[in-house]
């Protein structure tokens, strides 16, 4: 039986509206918590130019607020440590690159725009989408508008943080850890993540009161790496499977 052209066309034109509408939900969110850093950066010592090239540049949460704690809490001598945590945890964008790769295509000018918008919540949005105009739009459409969002806000945290204080003290802290613990737990649905987390997770909290700042979670992603790395519990039986077209492009059966 074959489908009517039309009802393709407005399925697939459905998907990429969802797509876009998903993308827009997921970047004002991210967006606002880019006030915390921006006012933690402040609070930890840095101009509000450094916080906006900060954010401009690096252009990923996790890494930012690392680098922000770890010379907030140890100062001009804590920074070769900030730097390394900020990189490792900078390292799962290359895989996310990996992953993204056939959803963003071939061309130069293409990959290398693409580099700067690959992140957690992009890549999520991306490949919850099923049809790949979708997932493309839903790259671009969250990756663009988190990092126009993303730098407003933190121009604004870091202007505000002297009218606001100590950042802490509203829990704006603890913004971060929130907004990637959202994401990570719907990916806790089989034993090897689940071990990957827990055991980072116990590692760093052992570490922190013993060790200066920034070297638990160096020895806690190192920990998770080895764990993941040698996935000591075997494959998990219940891997999603990759959308055709998907699978296609990447030459699986």
């Not at 809490?73 to 290359?94: C, E, F, K, Q, T």
């Not at 638990?216 to 992603?221: E, F, R, S, T, W």
């Not at 000591?232 to 499977?241: E, P, S």
Request: charge should be neutral; charged fraction near 15%; proline fraction near 4%.
């Amino acid at each position: 039986m074959t489908l009517d052209p039309r009802f393709d066309d407005a399925h697939g034109a459905g998907e990429a509206r969802r797509a876009v509408r998903e993308g827009l939900g997921v970047a004002i969110a991210t967006s606002a918590y880019g006030i915390s850093f921006g006012a933690l950066a402040v609070a930890s010592g840095l101009d509000v130019w450094q916080t906006c090239v900060l954010s401009l540049v690096m252009f990923t949460g996790g890494s930012q607020f690392a680098f922000v704690g770890i010379v907030g809490a140890g100062g001009l001598a804590a920074a070769p440590a900030a730097i390394a945590s900020a990189a490792l945890l900078g390292i799962r964008n290359v895989a996310y690159g990996i992953r993204m790769s056939p959803v963003i295509g071939a061309g130069f000018w293409r990959r290398t725009a693409a580099a700067q918008f690959t992140i957690d919540e992009s890549t999520a949005v991306s490949l919850a989408q099923r049809t790949s105009r979708a997932r493309t739009l839903g790259f671009w459409v969250t990756g663009i508008g988190i990092y126009i969002g993303w730098n407003l806000s933190t121009l604004a945290g870091a202007l505000l943080g002297d009218v606001l204080g100590d950042p802490r003290a509203y829990g704006l802290d603890a913004a971060a850890a929130a907004a990637f613990l959202a994401l990570l737990w719907p990916r806790l649905r089989s034993r090897q993540p689940i071990v990957v987390g827990i055991a980072a997770a116990v590692v760093a909290t052992v570490l922190t009161p013993v060790l200066m700042p920034g070297i638990p979670v160096i020895v806690a992603a190192a920990v998770a790496i080895l764990v993941g790395w040698t996935n000591w519990l075997g494959k998990d039986d219940g891997v999603d499977a990759e959308p055709d077209d998907v699978a296609e492009r990447e030459g699986l059966p």
